[in-house]
């Protein structure tokens, strides 16, 4: 016996699934081994033996996703057109849910790069000061808005002594997150 999670390789531009999907057609094969088509080797290689199988493209927004595929009916040798029309349907039900899910997958993406960045800029802002040095005659204001969420740049102003003040501004070249880790390390 064969191992259930052999991996079977299809040769480019070989099998009915390839076929389906360049042309984005339902196929309906009563007869596998009839059809120049089939890729035998599968069977081969398995042990299994087809002997007819329906085929839809999985299609989203105008684009090919994939192929459904079914082998071998219960009950009798072949699938017939009822079939297949069944099967086309299920096959637009399974790339709607298959389109969802990739939806809800990169909604997930986004929200969780939203919020590293939302913390790489609570984590940057924390570098820099909250306040700066006042003086009856000298007054510092300083405003930070980076060209992305997050940038490689501080700045600061200490008081060295009376009516000593040294101005510090840090630029790492770049824009985004390593920037603004590299000025974090220095």
């Not at 040294?166 to 603004?180: C, M, N, Q, R, T």
Request: glycine share 10%; with cysteine.
């Amino acid at each position: 016996g064969e191992s259930p999670s052999m991996r079977i390789v299809v040769p480019r531009g070989r099998g009915i699934a390839v076929w389906v999907l360049e042309h984005g057609q339902p196929v309906l094969v009563r007869d596998a081994y009839s059809d120049p088509r089939f890729f035998a080797d599968a069977d081969k290689q398995t042990g299994f033996r087809t002997r007819s199988m329906i085929c839809v493209p999985l299609t989203s927004n105008g684009i090919e996703i994939g192929v459904l595929q079914g082998l071998n009916p219960n009950g009798r040798d072949t699938f017939n057109e009822t079939d297949l029309e069944a099967f086309a349907a299920y096959g637009v039900l399974a790339a709607t849910a298959i389109d969802k899910l990739r939806t809800i997958e990169r909604e997930r993406e986004q929200q969780r790069i939203a919020q590293e960045f939302s913390f790489a800029r609570e984590i940057q802002a924390s570098f820099l000061p909250k306040t700066l040095p006042q003086t009856p005659e000298l007054s510092f204001a300083a405003t930070y808005r980076p060209a992305r969420n997050v940038g490689g740049d501080f700045y600061d102003v200490v008081e060295g002594g009376p009516g000593e003040f040294y101005f510090v501004i840090g630029d790492v070249s770049g824009k985004g997150v390593p920037p603004a880790l590299f000025m974090a390390q220095a």
